[in-house]
């Protein structure tokens, strides 16, 4: 069975910084593409970052891009998303993806992603 589990969030200032994990069991993912994903009460969940397992096949939200980076450390089995100059809007539960299919290009819609996560809560105070 496989299970994603993410860690990390916490409250942080604006300006401030998170590191959030996905750790992975029941499946290798070194050869998956992983998202995460972000829910903000009454909001749809919106694609932040992805990460192939080819070169630096990455992706991100315009709304993150030179704040928020992606990165995989496959002996970890591990996912992780670095969040920086964090903003109150950034506010959100984010979930970690997994996208099976063997196609290296990141997909930004949730509905390609076969295993989620629980989540993880992340709030930037102003």
């Known amino acids: 069975q496989v299970q994603l589990v993410e860690s990390g969030g916490g409250l942080v200032q604006a300006g401030g910084s998170l590191r959030l994990a996905c750790a992975a069991s029941g499946r290798t993912v070194s050869r998956d593409k992983v998202g995460w994903f972000r829910q903000a009460p009454g909001q749809v969940r919106e694609f932040v970052a992805g990460?192939?397992?080819?070169?630096?096949?990455?992706r991100y939200a315009d709304s993150v891009k030179g704040r928020f980076s992606i990165s995989r450390d496959n002996d970890k089995n591990t996912v992780y998303l670095q969040m920086n100059s964090l903003k109150p809007e950034d506010t959100a539960v984010y979930y970690c993806?997994?996208?099976?299919?063997?196609?290296?290009?990141?997909?930004?819609?949730?509905?390609?992603?076969?295993?989620w996560g629980q989540g993880t809560q992340v709030t930037v105070s102003s």
């Open positions: 990460i192939s397992w080819i070169g630096d096949g990455t």
């Open positions: 993806a997994v996208d099976p299919e063997l196609i290296p290009v990141v997909n930004p819609s949730p509905g390609t992603y076969k295993y």
